[in-house]
């Protein structure tokens, strides 16, 4: 069983994007430029956000956090939105989610221009994926795929069973799995209304765990030599840490690991690769590689 490294395996891809940009800059070229717009003080957001600010440093970005209170209107937020499409200076933005529940969460993520939407949440973005034209991605499915790409497990010609359907995860997954000339899978997605799931698990060459419910997947549900990528985060008290919980993923890892050719652990699997994808995504606006591509589609996975 080999351990799939997504700490260190992000830390690579953040020097490699640190030392293009400095080239840029050497070259007279535009500083990467990512904003955030951060709606309350809800824990996790501000930790997610303040890892984003954190990446942005690293990789030589500015970087700008816009706060707005928790009662802010939904019309205010759609105005910043309309100004930030518009300001040269940004080369791409996201609002953090979840939204307060007066804010319609769909409404605000189609008012960012597709360009700019470098968490790869927009339709249009969603729809040019599922086509094979130039997209920004989704960060969590471009790192899965970047961890298996950078540890060359072959994905071609596989079996890739997908537990879950969500729009951020499971679905965009699904999507580059199948994509010809880039997964070139085979894939089943599964979810909360499948039946016999332990079977079509068992049937994965490569498994992709993405519920949100802690250590459902157990040996029964594994080919022996399977890769398992565990997406899954849950937050479960644990009174022996300083923070007072611990994560745990989806997978029951000591009983699946020992099965496997390769595993996500988590923390320090998935989870490093989600804010460096943004950081890739952000780096690509800058180049304006979407727009570019845009007039020749053929250059990408079509
Ligand atoms: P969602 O809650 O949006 O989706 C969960 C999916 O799992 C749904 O499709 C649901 O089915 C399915 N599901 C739930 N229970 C079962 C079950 N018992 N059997 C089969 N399918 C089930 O979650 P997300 O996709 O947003 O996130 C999934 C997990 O990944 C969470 O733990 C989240 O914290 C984590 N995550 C981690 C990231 C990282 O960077 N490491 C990034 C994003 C998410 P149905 O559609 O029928 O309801």
Do not use: W
Request: aromatic residues 4%; charged residues 20%; glycine residues 8%.
């Amino acid at each position: 069983m080999k351990l799939i490294d997504g700490k260190a395996t992000a830390a690579a891809i953040k020097a490699e994007i640190a030392e293009t940009v400095r080239t840029i800059i050497d070259q007279g070229g535009h500083q990467p430029h990512l904003v955030a717009i951060l709606v309350g003080h809800d824990g996790g957001s501000e930790t997610y956000v303040a890892n984003k600010v954190k990446a942005c440093a690293e990789c030589g970005f500015k970087s700008t956090l816009i706060r707005f209170e928790d009662d802010v209107e939904e019309t205010t937020l759609l105005q910043e939105i309309d100004r930030l499409n518009k300001d040269k200076d940004v080369d791409g933005f996201i609002v953090q989610l979840p939204l307060p529940r007066h804010i319609n969460e769909q409404r605000i993520i189609e008012a960012i221009d597709y360009r700019k939407d470098v968490d790869g949440f927009h339709p249009v973005n969603a729809g040019r994926m599922m086509v094979g034209l130039p997209c920004f991605l989704p960060a969590t499915p471009k790192g899965i795929f970047e961890l298996l790409r950078r540890y060359q497990i072959s994905t071609s010609g596989k079996h890739c069973v997908i537990i879950g359907r969500s729009n951020i995860v499971g679905k965009p997954m699904s999507m580059l799995m199948l994509q010809k000339a880039f997964g070139d899978s085979t894939v089943t997605i599964c979810h909360s209304h499948t039946e016999h799931l332990k079977d079509i698990c068992r049937q994965a060459d490569i498994l992709i765990a993405a519920t949100g419910q802690p250590a459902s997947v157990t040996a029964d549900m594994i080919k022996p030599g399977a890769t398992v990528i565990d997406v899954g985060t849950t937050r479960l008290p644990d009174a022996s840490r300083k923070s007072g919980f611990r994560l745990q993923g989806d997978v029951n890892f000591e009983q699946v690991a020992p099965l496997c050719s390769y595993i996500t652990p988590v923390p320090g699997g998935v989870g490093p690769m989600t804010i460096c994808m943004l950081m890739l995504n952000t780096l690509e606006a800058a180049q304006n590689r979407i727009a570019d591509q845009s007039s020749n589609p053929s250059s990408q996975n079509n």
